[in-house]
């Protein structure tokens, strides 16, 4: 799927993560939603069906990212949301842990973009 194709929404209570995302992101011709926090992530989600890719922090203070992957995997009407888990804790089962939450891939911070962009085309 094509860049103009995909509207993401950025989901991190870090600001500078979500900045330079965002930056990355639309450099590369990505339509780019930020939310700080897990609850503003499921209004906007709710609002927004265009969004089609979610990228989550893992660690988050209202709602983590095991939780609100959880919890969008469970809204009928966002099960075409593609989920890429972002953790700065590469620990050993993290990545199968957030799997089985719900993402569809897994990601390290800090992020490195081409591997990004890559499972971006490839979910």
Known sequence: MNAR??????IDDDERNIFALKAVLSAKGYACITANGGAKALEILNKDKAINIALVDMMMPDIDGYELMMLIRKIPSL???????LTAQAMPGDKEKCLNAGADDYISKPVDVDSLLNIMERI
């Open 79 to 85: 099960q075409h949301v593609k989920m890429i888990a």
């Open 5 to 10: 194709l995909k509207k993401i929404i950025i």
